[in-house]
C-alpha cells in the first residue's frame, strides 16, 4: 500500500483566520444587487440599481399572455429561460444552505430568487406547455441597444406536449421546488405554489420528453444549446422534488434514472448537472447513515477531478492559481465548483467523512481552502491585483460586455437610442456610463492576462449563473469574517 498523505488537517475555522484580506461582507451584498441590474419588466419602487428602468413590459403580448419580468442571461436583452431557471435553483440553493449566514442581505436575495420564481410561474402558467424563451437572440445581438429601448422583436418561444424541452422544463421543476424550501419558513403560502407548480412542471417534463434544441431551435441554438442531454435535468428535478417533499417516487425515479446520464461527474453547471445531483443527493444519504453508494462515489471523484494535488485532477490551474476548464466565461466553473466543495465539505464534516484521492487523504477543510483560494482570487488576489467583481476594490474592469451599463441611462440621455445609435458607445475607449455593482466578468485568461475591452465577451461579459453560487460562497466565508 502507498503513502498516505494528509492534506489540509487544519480544522474548518482556522483556514479562514486570515480572510480579513478581502471583505466577503461588502462582496456578498454587491453579488446579489447585481441581479437588480438583470431584472426585466417594471421595476419595484425598492430597487437599487436605479439606473436601470422599466423595460420589455409587453413580453408575451404575441401570443396573450403576461410575461414581463425574470432576468436577462448576460449583457444581452434575451430571456433565457434554461440557464435563468438555473441561476434560480441555485440562488434558492444558496439560500437553503447559508441564508441564515447572510443577515441583512438575505431579505435581499430572497427578492431575487422571488423576481425569477414569479416569472417562472408565468411561464408555466398553461397546463401542457413551458415558457422556453423571449427575444429573438440574432437580432437582439445585432443591435448596442439599453433594455428600455429594445425595439426588436420579443418573439415567444414555447415547448409542449407535440414539440417538447425536458430540459427547460425539469431546470425550471428544479428552480421552483429548492425556492419552495428557501421560502418555507418565510413565506409558507408562496412556498406551497412554487411546490405544486414544481410538481405540475416535472410530471410534463418527463411525460413528454425530447430537447428544445429541435422544438426551439436557432432561438437557443447556439446560445444556450443543451449540449449533454436532457437525461440529467430530469434526474435534478426528481432530486430536488424529493428535498422538497420527501415523497418516495422521486427517490425511486433518481435511483431509477441516474445510470441513464452521460456520467459527466466532474460537470456542472446550466447545461450539466451531475456533480450538483451527486453532491445534493450525498448530503442526505449520508445524513441517513445509508450505505455507500454511486452518488457518494461519484461526488468524491468530483472532488478529485479538481483537487490540485489529486492524481486524478483533470482541471488545470493558472500560474496564479485559478481553476480552468474549457469552454468560454471561464469564472462560471470557478464559482459553481466552489460553492459545490463549500457544501459538500459541510456534508462531509456533519457525517464526519474525508475523501480519498489515490494516496490522498482530503478532510473537509481542505475543500474549503481549495474553494478560497478560487474566491480570493477573483476579488483581487492575483497576479494583476485586479477584482473581477465589478465595483469591489478600485482596481475592476471598466468596460465590461454590457449594453445597459455601456450605454447612458435615460435620467442622464432620455432620448431614445435605437439599434445601431449604441455602437459608438460600444467602439469608445471610454469606461462603461453605469457601473454594474457586484457583476462578475467571464475572467481572465489562463496566463492570468486579462484585456479590459468590451470587445472580448469571453472575458469581459457578466452573467447570472456566474454570480448565482458565488452568493453562497460568499456567504460562508463572510461568516467566519464577523466572528
Known amino acids: ?203 410534463f417534463a418527463d411525460k413528454y420528453q425530447g430537447s428544445y434544441n429541435t422544438s426551439v431551435g436557432e432561438g437557443v441554438c447556439p446560445f444556450y444549446c443543451d449540449c449533454s442531454g436532457y437525461k440529467d435535468e430530469l434526474v435534478w428535478g426528481a432530486a430536488w422534488m424529493y428535498k422538497a417533499t420527501n415523497d418516495q417516487k422521486y427517490w425511486n425515479y433518481v435511483q431509477t434514472n441516474i445510470n441513464n446520464m452521460d456520467g459527466n461527474f466532474a460537470e456542472f453547471g446550466w447545461d450539466t448537472k451531475d456533480a450538483g445531483i451527486n453532491v445534493l443527493v450525498s448530503g442526505w444519504t449520508m445524513k441517513n447513515n445509508l450505505a455507500e453508494n454511486q452518488f457518494i462515489t461519484n461526488a468524491a471523484k468530483f472532488v478529485c477531478s479538481i483537487l490540485p494535488n489529486s492524481p486524478t485532477k483533470s482541471v488545470t490551474y493558472s500560474p496564479g492559481g485559478l481553476l480552468f476548464k474549457p469552454g468560454g466565461s471561464n469564472l462560471q466553473h470557478a464559482t459553481a465548483l466552489s460553492f459545490l466543495l463549500i457544501v459538500y465539505s459541510r456534508y462531509l464534516d456533519q457525517a464526519h467523512r474525508s475523501v480519498n484521492c489515490g494516496n490522498i487523504v482530503a478532510p473537509p477543510s481542505r475543500l474549503v481552502s481549495l474553494a478560497k483560494s478560487q474566491v480570493d482570487y477573483i476579488l483581487g488576489k492575483n497576479p494583476l491585483g485586479m477584482s473581477y467583481m465589478v465595483g469591489y476594490s478600485n482596481n475592476y474592469p471598466k468596460k465590461i460586455h454590457h449594453r445597459g451599463s455601456t450605454l447612458p441611462s435615460i435620467e442622464n440621455h432620455p432620448k431614445h437610442i435605437g439599434c445601431h445609435d449604441g455602437t459608438p458607445y460600444f467602439e469608445s475607449n471610454n469606461p462603461n456610463s453605469n457601473v454594474l455593482d457586484g457583476a462578475i466578468v467571464g475572467g481572465p485568461d489562463k496566463n492570468d492576462q486579462y484585456v479590459d475591452s468590451r470587445n472580448d465577451a469571453t472575458q469581459a461579459e457578466p452573467t447570472t449563473y456566474i454570480n448565482a453560487p458565488f452568493v453562497g460562497v460568499l456567504a460562508y466565508f463572510k461568516s467566519f469574517q464577523s466572528k
Open 1 to 203: 500500500m502507498g503513502r498516505i498523505i494528509v492534506l489540509g488537517v487544519t480544522i474548518l475555522v482556522s483556514l479562514v483566520v486570515n480572510v480579513c484580506s478581502q471583505d466577503y461582507g461588502v462582496a456578498l451584498n454587491k453579488s446579489i444587487l447585481f441581479f437588480e441590474g438583470q431584472r426585466s419588466g417594471k421595476l419595484p419602487s425598492n430597487q437599487r440599481m436605479n439606473w436601470r428602468k422599466d423595460s420589455a413590459i409587453h413580453d408575451g403580448s404575441d401570443i396573450g399572455m403576461d410575461l414581463s419580468g425574470g432576468y436577462y442571461d448576460a449583457g444581452d436583452n434575451i430571456k433565457f429561460n434554461f440557464p435563468m431557471a438555473f441561476t434560480t435553483t441555485l440562488l434558492a440553493w444558496s439560500v437553503i444552505e447559508f441564508g441564515q449566514l447572510m443577515g441583512p442581505d438575505l431579505n435581499h436575495a430572497m427578492d431575487a430568487i422571488r423576481w425569477g420564481t414569479d416569472y417562472l410561474l408565468k411561464s408555466t402558467s398553461i397546463p401542457g406547455s413551458v415558457v422556453a424563451q423571449i427575444g429573438e437572440p440574432y437580432n437582439d445581438h445585432n443591435c448596442w441597444e439599453r433594455p428600455e429601448d429594445m425595439d426588436t422583436a420579443r418573439t415567444t418561444y414555447v415547448v409542449n406536449q407535440t414539440h417538447p424541452g425536458s430540459e427547460v422544463s425539469a431546470e425550471i421543476a428544479a428552480a421552483l421546488a429548492a425556492s419552495s424550501l428557501a421560502f418555507k419558513n418565510i413565506d409558507a403560502s408562496y412556498s406551497k405554489t412554487l411546490l405544486e407548480r414544481a410538481a405540475e412542471v416535472f410530471e
